[in-house]
């Protein structure tokens, strides 16, 4: 099961930090990833980490350069950090893992077997 948290109401420019907690598992072998749904439209990809600690990283173009995934094996919870944070980053967050993604699936949301229930993010002006 994974356990998101950290999302609430920002000012333009903040930054955040979104867990993801995974029990039941480590995050061995996991690719984690972050999605995201805007009001009133569909669950896109944010980031992704394949097979977490690879160094392979992929990020939606919008967040690229002010968001950063990362891992804690030990903690068995992986992190998005949101920096600059702006309006058209309000969504509700999933995060998402799973050990059988292959690499060029890692942005697909129908990849992911298992994932979180989401936590809001709202980024007010």
């Known amino acids: 099961q994974l356990q998101a948290s950290g999302g609430g109401l920002v000012q333009v420019g903040d930054s955040l930090s979104l867990s993801c907690a995974v029990s039941?598992?480590?995050?061995?072998?996991?690719?984690i990833a972050w999605f995201r749904q805007p009001p009133g439209k569909e669950r896109e990809f944010v980031a992704a980490?394949?097979?977490?600690?690879?160094?392979?990283?992929y990020y939606a173009d919008s967040v690229k350069g002010r968001f950063t995934i990362s891992g804690d094996n030990a903690k068995n919870t992986f992190y998005l950090r949101m920096n600059s944070l702006r309006p058209e980053d309000t969504a509700v967050y999933y995060c998402?893992?799973?050990?059988?993604?292959?690499?060029?699936?890692?942005?697909?949301?129908?990849?992911?077997?298992?994932w979180g229930q989401g936590t809001q993010v709202t980024v007010s002006s």
């Open positions: 998402a893992a799973d050990t059988s993604i292959i690499l060029s699936s890692v942005r697909e949301r129908r990849s992911y077997k298992y």
């Open positions: 039941g598992r480590t995050l061995s072998g996991q690719t």
């Open positions: 980490s394949f097979r977490w600690n690879s160094g392979r990283t």
